[in-house]
């Protein structure tokens, strides 16, 4: 059971970014509804959404990355909802579990994960070594600070996740073997 419950009773200015997310998803997932308490937390995760939105990071890998982050802080909500999303992006089931793990068949893909990961486990204190396994497989300072803001979003989701207990609405998919393997 959830320990901090969707809001009944929404502020104004919370209704009004549920109408938005309500519009652009047809929905609204209980992790917004739950952030709706606080129209300074959910307004917050919208922005960064938003702001990552415009990433040169394509949307399916920021998928991928938010599997692997989820995996890695064993967030069940998030690998839930990730998996559905992915799914959208055309990424097949086995392509999406590698991802929970952190691994993926494709190279460039599967080095951007594993430094999402550790960028997690280590709570950003990667190895000059890691750093360096992520701009050879071919990524840009830019796109290594983006990936760093999808660790960050997706940490604070997987946060709020924990922290309330929430419901998932999603078909579930669990973390149990991804977080084993951190």
Do not use: W
């Amino acid at each position: 059971m959830a320990r901090i419950t969707p809001a009944t009773n929404p502020s104004e200015k919370s209704q009004a970014l549920l109408a938005e997310v309500k519009k652009k998803l047809g929905g609204t997932p209980n992790l917004f509804t739950t952030l709706a308490h606080s129209p300074a937390a959910l307004g917050f995760y919208l922005a960064g959404g938003g702001a990552i939105g415009d990433a040169k990071l394509s949307a399916s890998l920021r998928e991928q990355l938010a599997l692997a982050i989820a995996g890695a802080n064993g967030c069940d909500y998030c690998a839930s909802a990730h998996t559905t999303i992915g799914k959208m992006f055309k990424l097949d089931e086995a392509e999406l579990a590698r991802n929970l793990n952190a691994a993926s068949s494709d190279a460039k893909v599967n080095a951007a994960l594993t430094f999402a990961r550790n960028v997690t486990l280590t709570r950003g204190r990667v190895s000059d070594a890691e750093l360096a396994a992520v701009r050879n497989a071919g990524y840009s300072d830019g796109e290594i600070l983006e990936i760093i803001a999808v660790v960050a979003i997706n940490t604070f989701t997987n946060y709020v996740n924990h922290i309330a207990d929430t419901e998932v609405d999603f078909p579930l998919v669990t973390t149990e073997a991804a977080s084993k393997a951190a």
